[in-house]
């Protein structure tokens, strides 16, 4: 957290003199931006697009714990984590908003970090920031982001749409998120019973990163157009892939066979979770927060995308009656279950 002497108050620029500090090194860069963030409500032009609208919310210990998140991956992550889903609706993200709630404590000079993680990831996507809102809070650090972006009306992926036979694909690897918050809390932990002690988070930059800065797959949805394929059902992996399959076959009506020995792992994940007595298949099934995109294919379109490194095959689905399985390494068929993340879990 910030060290408060020699930073600036808040309260000395009031609340539109603290949104014009903000807003005033955003720069445009999307043909759909007609009119962005300094009016009554900004003005976006998509013409014969179908629009598309998420919002999430992060809320500090909950969310998110800033003993050990910067404030700069903080505001970086907000931003991935809601281009996230439209992405996974097969459609490219144009426009974020953001509101922020914070106490006193927050200096200028951390929100500026935190704006600055924020502006960083839109620059690096090409997303422009057109409004929000901010508003003082006594419960923590509160950051909501509304992404807005487009697609062809023919081009829509969604959950429900899954068929029987279809191939469950997933990109990247799964449980290096949990992991590195796993890592994180451990450190944690270990500083507050003594101070004296730094943390060891060396060699382990990868599962750090996977849950400090994680990155919304476009480049999936960009391979996808080239190969000219069409997922028949699509969701982002942030609760867990157990739950993320489980949603799509639920609303599709249908079952499946999740292979474990299909699923990704990187082997720093695999590692560390052996390093803290956890079974690795399970950090991926459950972990949640990879913001990984888990898609359904045809058949037909295996030998389309069995080269691409970044893609794994990793079940297929099955008509309803015969449930939702997970088989495992040695043949044994399990029922698959959800145990990732659960917001209002207490």
């Given at each position: 957290?910030?060290?408060?002497?020699?930073?600036?108050?808040?309260?000395?620029?009031?609340?539109?003199?603290?949104?014009?500090?903000?807003?005033?090194?955003?720069?445009?860069?999307?043909?759909?931006?007609?009119?962005?963030?300094?009016?009554?409500?900004?003005?976006?032009?998509?013409?014969?697009?179908?629009?598309?609208?998420?919002?999430?919310?992060?809320?500090?210990?909950?969310?998110?714990?800033?003993?050990?998140?910067?404030?700069?991956?903080?505001?970086?992550?907000?931003?991935?984590v809601n281009l996230s889903d439209i992405y996974?609706?097969?459609?490219?993200?144009?426009?974020?908003?953001?509101?922020?709630?914070?106490?006193?404590?927050?200096p200028l000079e951390a929100v500026e970090e935190l704006?600055?993680?924020?502006?960083?990831?839109?620059?690096?996507?090409?997303?422009?920031?057109?409004?929000?809102?901010?508003?003082?809070?006594?419960?923590?650090?509160?950051?909501?982001?509304?992404?807005?972006?487009?697609?062809?009306?023919?081009?829509?992926?969604?959950?429900?749409?899954?068929?029987?036979?279809?191939?469950?694909?997933?990109?990247?690897?799964?449980?290096?998120?949990?992991?590195?918050?796993?890592?994180?809390?451990?450190?944690?932990?270990?500083?507050?019973?003594?101070?004296?002690?730094?943390?060891?988070?060396?060699?382990?930059?990868?599962?750090?990163?996977?849950?400090?800065?994680?990155?919304?797959?476009?480049?999936?949805?960009?391979?996808?157009?080239?190969?000219?394929?069409?997922?028949?059902?699509?969701?982002?992996?942030?609760?867990?892939?157990?739950?993320?399959?489980?949603?799509?076959?639920?609303?599709?009506?249908?079952?499946?066979?999740?292979?474990?020995?299909?699923?990704?792992?990187?082997?720093?994940?695999?590692?560390?979770?052996?390093?803290?007595?956890?079974?690795?298949?399970?950090?991926?099934?459950?972990?949640?927060?990879?913001?990984?995109?888990?898609?359904?294919?045809?058949?037909?379109?295996?030998?389309?995308?069995?080269?691409?490194?970044?893609?794994?095959?990793?079940?297929?689905?099955?008509?309803?009656?015969?449930?939702?399985?997970?088989?495992?390494?040695?043949?044994?068929?399990?029922?698959?279950?959800?145990?990732?993340?659960?917001?209002?879990?207490?």
């Amino acid at each position: 957290m910030f060290d408060n002497k020699g930073t600036t108050e808040i309260a000395q620029l009031g609340e539109f003199g603290l949104i014009d500090h903000l807003i005033k090194n955003i720069e445009l860069s999307q043909p759909s931006t007609i009119k962005g963030a300094g009016d009554d409500a900004a003005v976006l032009d998509f013409k014969d697009k179908k629009v598309l609208v998420s919002t999430d919310m992060l809320l500090e210990g909950i969310h998110f714990d800033l003993a050990y998140t910067p404030l700069k991956h903080l505001g970086y992550k907000a931003i991935q984590v809601n281009l996230s889903d439209i992405y996974a609706m097969n459609g490219m993200a144009t426009q974020v908003t953001v509101s922020l709630g914070f106490s006193s404590k927050f200096p200028l000079e951390a929100v500026e970090e935190l704006y600055g993680g924020m502006l960083l990831a839109c620059a690096k996507y090409k997303i422009d920031l057109i409004g929000g809102d901010t508003s003082s809070s006594k419960q923590g650090l509160v950051i909501s982001v509304t992404s807005i972006g487009y697609a062809d009306e023919n081009e829509i992926v969604y959950r429900n749409t899954a068929q029987e036979g279809d191939l469950i694909c997933v990109s990247g690897d799964l449980g290096g998120a949990y992991m590195g918050l796993q890592l994180l809390e451990r450190e944690k932990q270990i500083f507050l019973e003594n101070p004296n002690i730094q943390p060891d988070l060396e060699g382990k930059d990868y599962i750090v990163e996977r849950q400090l800065k994680p990155e919304a797959r476009r480049d999936i949805i960009e391979i996808l157009k080239e190969l000219k394929i069409k997922p028949s059902a699509m969701i982002d992996v942030s609760d867990g892939l157990a739950s993320e399959v489980l949603h799509i076959c639920k609303q599709s009506n249908k079952g499946c066979n999740l292979y474990e020995e299909k699923i990704p792992l990187d082997p720093m994940t695999y590692d560390t979770a052996r390093e803290f007595n956890l079974d690795p298949t399970i950090c991926a099934l459950s972990g949640g927060e990879d913001y990984e995109l888990l898609f359904t294919i045809k058949q037909a379109d295996y030998d389309t995308i069995k080269h691409n490194a970044d893609i794994s095959i990793i079940g297929h689905i099955t008509e309803a009656s015969a449930g939702c399985n997970l088989v495992s390494k040695s043949g044994v068929v399990h029922e698959l279950k959800a145990q990732g993340w659960n917001a209002f879990k207490a």
